[in-house]
Nanobody, 122 residues
Framework: QVQLVESGGGLVQAGDSLRLSCAAT????????MGWFRQAPGKEREFVAI????????YYEDSLKGRFTISRDNAKNTVYLQMDSLKPEDTAVYYC???????????????WGQGTQVTVSS
């Protein structure tokens, strides 16, 4: 059983940076791949990034690679998403998720946080 709580969202201007955090419960955190997804108004929830259980591997949505960086600290039961050079089209609710399937498909994840709002103004 894993419970996830995101934080760190806010309202920023284009070109700014934000660092999102996702705090997880339990000592089983290290047994899960951790992903970030986002959902913009009126759109489907889409894959952003995933990091492996030990933090040794990461995979990004092609369009975001170079601006976004996923990381994790298993000792703190926390996964992060560093977002740089933000654009208005990055505006969305950002969700973290835990899974075991190494997948970019949202249906493959077992646990989800409540989401944190990121708004980027032009």
């Amino acid at each position: 059983q894993v419970q996830l709580v995101e934080s760190g969202g806010g309202l920023v201007q284009a070109g700014d940076s934000l660092r999102l955090s996702c705090a997880a419960t339990g000592r089983t955190f290290g047994g899960y791949d951790m992903g970030w997804f986002r959902q913009a108004p009126g759109k489907e929830r889409e894959f952003v990034a995933i990091i492996s259980r030990s933090g040794g591997s990461a995979y990004y949505e092609d369009s975001l690679k170079g601006r976004f960086t996923i990381s994790r600290d298993n000792a703190k039961n926390t996964v992060y998403l560093q977002m740089d050079s933000l654009k208005p089209e990055d505006t969305a609710v950002y969700y973290c998720a835990a899974g075991r399937a190494w997948s970019r498909v949202r249906e493959s994840y077992d646990y989800w946080g409540q989401g944190t709002q990121v708004t980027v103004s032009s």
